[in-house]
């Protein structure tokens, strides 16, 4: 079965400040994958996915992720820190068969606390 | 696009009753829908899996006579938490997916039970 762990359970920047969500996979086959907003009280939004085309994945919000298999990793980046980005973001795995077709279920990391200072 | 709602986004109920809970997928036919419980400062923890016109999937420690989900057309799936107990008090979420995979969640809805 595989596992998403994502180190740190808070973040905090400065607005303007680089910001470096970290996501480490475990899967047998190169799994999908993908990151997720969630802002108080709120449902998830996608930020972005990687699905076997282009490594590096941009996303909404100034967001992108490189996925590195060697690594089995999947860090989500921004340049610069908005006080908006502000929340919890879930880092998440789709398997995959030996032919590549999804499973479809998601498995979810236990998810980073984003907090921006001033 | 990829819009998916939830009613209600809010309820209490007394304990004993039951409590149905909607997802829609609002501008595209959703083949899977998706049912999460969220705990307080926890990640998600996925429920069941529905296809349309199918039985839900349940995952390992859901009991499916509690949690009754009903996926009748491609744009609704219902969750409905029957004889609600203040254990049952949670965040549930919907999320839906078509023919892309991706998945797409709903607003979720805040259960009390008292």
């Known amino acids: 079965a595989q596992s998403v762990t994502q180190l740190g359970s808070h973040v905090s920047v400065s607005e303007g400040a680089l910001v470096l969500l970290r996501c480490n996979y475990s899967?047998?086959?190169?799994?999908?994958l993908f990151w997720y907003v969630q802002y108080p009280n709120q449902g998830l939004q996608l930020l972005l996915k990687y699905t076997s085309a282009a490594t590096l994945v941009k996303g909404i919000n100034g967001f992108e992720a490189e996925f590195k298999k060697s690594e089995t990793s999947f860090h989500l980046t921004k340049p610069s820190a908005h006080m908006s980005d502000a929340a919890e973001y879930f880092c998440?795995?789709?398997?995959?068969?030996?032919?590549?077709?999804?499973?479809?279920?998601?498995?979810f990391g236990q998810g980073t606390i984003l907090t921006v200072h001033p | 696009g990829a819009v998916v709602s939830q009613h209600p986004s809010r309820v209490i109920c007394k304990s004993g009753t039951s409590v149905k809970i909607e997802c829609r997928s609002l501008?595209?036919?959703?083949?899977?829908m998706f049912w999460y419980r969220q705990f307080p400062k926890k990640s998600l923890m996925l429920m069941a899996t529905s296809n349309e016109g199918s039985k839900a999937t349940y995952e390992q420690g859901v009991e499916k006579d509690k949690f009754l989900i009903n996926h009748a057309s491609l744009t609704l799936s219902t969750l409905t938490v029957t004889s609600a107990h203040p254990e049952d008090s949670s965040f549930y979420i919907c999320?839906?997916?078509?023919?892309?995979?991706?998945?797409?969640f709903g607003p979720g809805t805040r259960l009390l039970v008292l």
């Open positions: 899967s047998s086959v190169p799994p999908y």
């Open positions: 501008d595209f036919q959703a083949t899977t």
């Open positions: 999320s839906a997916s078509g023919v892309l995979e991706t998945q797409y």
């Open positions: 998440a795995v789709s398997d995959l068969d030996a032919g590549g077709t999804s499973y479809g279920k998601l498995t």
